[in-house]
């Protein structure tokens, strides 16, 4: 799973059909601190994520998992929106 803040989002006119209706989410991976790490990912929101929320990404096949993302086409699923991280 990789923590991350939702920082804009993409606006697709012609995809795959299996995206149609999906929102989709500029996010940046972040550290446990909150503090902003290298790159950025496209994920697919299933959770109504909104700008600038901690949200819990998963890639691979398990983004396929995902609440409504059964056979598409991706790689990134938002599936959790994070109100805090504790580090002991």
Do not use: H, Q
Not at 40 to 47: K, N, P, Q
């Amino acid at each position: 799973m990789i923590l991350a803040r939702v920082v804009g989002t993409v606006v697709a006119t012609r995809k795959d059909p299996r995206l149609e209706g999906k929102k989709l989410l500029v996010v940046r991976p972040v550290d446990p601190t909150g503090k902003d790490e290298a790159g950025y990912l496209i994920a697919v929101d299933t959770v109504s994520a909104g700008f600038k929320e901690k949200v819990l990404i998963v890639s691979g096949s398990s983004a396929r998992m995902a609440g409504g993302c059964k056979d598409c086409p991706v790689d990134a699923a938002i599936v959790g929106i994070v109100d805090s991280v504790e580090i002991n």
